[in-house]
């Protein structure tokens, strides 16, 4: 039998704040793996535990009947996995690195305990992400932050993606604006009015000529991932590649950062056809093989 259930006025912020929970899902990482025993046999009910020290996060879980488990929703950052099992020694893989929207894979295969020691494995990176069709790449913070960007805007960092080119001046959404550099970019052979921008799982896109509505400044952005094809289900809306952008965010420890954006005629490099002024202010004599022309 069916019944009409009457919302209260307190139960809207609570739908609400659950739906973006859900949005922001979509550029989080995730942790999955199996956990064996020497000859390869599935471990079952073994208590495998997150941490993130810097982000203060714990997450806790216990393997399957097949002996895998996955830890969904983690914002991306360098995590510790440790996997305890009874009869079985601990394992603990430090500096497991998640990037945004992107799954991580670590396996573990125990031995049966000799003693109480803990047991250290090295957390590495796949050559090949097997859990997803998705083609594209990640900008890690490191490069986010410290690579010189005219302008400090961050849709510039896409031309580091493969199968990405520069766009043309001419087109529909790529003629930088001054102040905002470009709305969008070419690649994979996707228009560039076809490129979906998230930022932490919300779109970004005007609904009218689907460009960005606004950057994110460098400073806020941690890093971000373009996918350039077969995309994953919670992917629609656009044809074009995704923008996976994930902010900043806080640690247990205070810190900031102070920087100045300054350019002027004394700091640019000077053209190799441009004369050079004396002290005076007087051009010296052009050289001889650049009088030729």
């Not at 020290?53 to 097949?66: D, F, M, P, V």
Request: net charge negative; glycine share 8%.
């Amino acid at each position: 039998m069916l019944r009409k259930v009457a919302l209260s006025p307190f139960m809207l912020p609570l739908l609400i704040l659950l739906f973006a929970a859900t949005a922001f899902a979509q550029t989080t990482a995730s942790i999955q793996g199996t956990v064996t025993d020497q000859s390869g046999a599935a471990i079952v009910g073994a208590k495998v535990t997150i941490k993130n020290t810097a982000l203060g996060i714990e997450r806790t879980t216990q393997t399957s009947s097949t002996g895998s488990y996955e830890v969904p929703a983690l914002p991306p950052g360098v995590y510790t996995v440790q996997v305890q099992q009874s009869g079985f020694e601990t394992q603990l893989a430090k500096d497991l690195v998640l990037e945004v929207s992107k799954n991580s894979v670590q396996n573990f295969g125990l031995k049966v305990a000799s003693t109480s020691e803990v047991v250290t494995v090295e957390a590495t990176a796949p050559a090949i992400e097997a859990t997803t069709m998705t083609v594209g790449q990640t900008i890690n913070q490191r490069t986010v932050q410290e690579i010189p960007l005219n302008g400090r805007h961050f849709v510039d960092l896409a031309l580091l993606i493969p199968g990405t080119v520069t766009p043309p001046q001419n087109g529909f959404l790529t003629a930088p604006l001054r102040g905002q550099g470009s709305f969008a970019f070419n690649t994979a052979g996707n228009r560039e009015d076809a490129v979906n921008f998230m930022i932490n799982g919300i779109n970004l896109n005007d609904m009218v000529q689907n460009q960005v509505t606004f950057q994110p400044t460098i400073n806020t952005v941690s890093e971000f991932k373009v996918d350039n094809s077969t995309y994953s289900a919670e992917s629609g809306r656009n044809s074009g590649a995704i923008v996976n952008i994930a902010t900043r965010s806080g640690t247990d420890q205070f810190h900031g950062e102070v920087y100045d954006y300054l350019r002027n005629n004394y700091f640019d490099a000077r053209n190799a056809f441009d004369r050079k002024v004396s002290s005076t202010g007087t051009p010296l004599p052009m050289p001889a093989w650049l009088s030729l022309w």
